[in-house]
């Protein structure tokens, strides 16, 4: 599970959980009380910036407010010991969102935050701070002018070479596939069969360009791409060119094809051939995905047309 996908299965039963056990802070979960305002150091505004700059340039986490931790187990680690519901989440959250942008330089992209509400109206706030691609981020806030990574349960000021290091780092492209199961069409060269054609969407996670994609599909021998492309004219935005056997093919970008930071696009529609009275097969599906700068991974599925339901072998 990413950190993201947590982040979203926060709920209240989860919060209490995590203090009914004793959840331990670790390099991506992090608990703070939240005061409002409720005292003279400003302390929410620290934590967050400090939070912000930690966990963006180290490898993301969550941090959930309305928990008091403390060193309770044997291994001096932070654990969640007790609720300290906040009065009013929603002004939190408005507080935190008009606050990073001002106190950390560069802002850090793709925050979210979400209220957890008690029957009350009182609650907690689960924020998401992912790592960043534009390290390093610096805290600026009550004269603190300082780089923070995270380190085991706590942030702490990055040491000279690790700051050194962040500014040296190179973004890597990343490429990722998408999917969405789609009518059953007809198979262009013989009208015995049926195509159950699910789209295939990439999508640029980073927040670099992609020059020269390359995609290779291949699996079953009743894998086939669609005849008719994405608009019925076989039209599709990376050239599609096939091997001698049909469940094999590739799609190209040339020198002028430049996928954007964070862009998504349809590439094709692909899926199983089967006889038009047959039940749809299942189908496994491997491919290979590279870029300019990118190394080339490999990823396999399986498809179950009839259940609409894919999953990652």
Not at 138 to 160: C, L, P, T, W
Not at 245 to 274: H, M, N, R, W
């Amino acid at each position: 599970m990413t950190i993201e996908e947590r982040y979203k299965k926060i709920n209240l039963s989860e919060i209490h959980r995590m203090v009914l056990e004793g959840e331990q802070e670790s390099l991506e979960l992090d608990f703070k009380i939240a005061n409002q305002g409720n005292d003279k150091k400003d302390s929410d505004s620290k934590n967050f910036a400090e939070a912000l700059s930690g966990f963006a340039n180290s490898q993301g986490g969550i941090l959930v407010w309305g928990i008091n931790a403390r060193k309770i187990n044997e291994n001096g680690v932070d654990c969640a010991k007790e609720l300290k519901p906040i009065e009013n989440p929603k002004a939190l959250i408005s507080f935190l969102s008009r606050s990073e942008s001002t106190i950390v330089s560069p802002p850090v992209l793709g925050v979210k935050h979400k209220a957890v509400l008690e029957k009350d109206g009182t609650g907690y706030v689960v924020t998401f701070i992912p790592f960043s691609n534009h390290l390093p981020h610096m805290v600026h806030k009550n004269e603190i002018n300082a780089y923070f990574r995270r380190y085991g349960d706590s942030f702490k000021k990055a040491q000279h070479f690790e700051v050194v290091e962040m500014f040296n780092k190179k973004v890597v492209p990343d490429l990722d596939l998408e999917f969405e199961f789609s009518e059953p069409q007809l198979v262009h060269s013989d009208s015995r069969f049926l195509l159950s054609p699910f789209l295939v969407k990439v999508n640029n996670l980073t927040n670099t360009t992609i020059k020269f994609p390359f995609i290779k599909v291949y699996g079953d021998s009743n894998l086939r791409a669609s005849s008719f492309g994405l608009d019925g004219n076989r039209y599709t935005p990376l050239e599609r060119r096939h091997s001698p056997s049909l469940e094999t093919f590739f799609y190209f970008g040339g020198a002028d094809t430049v996928i954007y930071p964070k862009q998504k696009f349809d590439l094709d529609y692909i899926g199983a051939i089967a006889l038009v009275n047959n039940q749809p097969p299942i189908i496994n599906v491997t491919f290979e995905i590279g870029g300019e700068g990118m190394q080339m991974k490999t990823i396999k599925y399986k498809f179950e047309y009839m259940n609409k339901k894919v999953f990652k072998n």
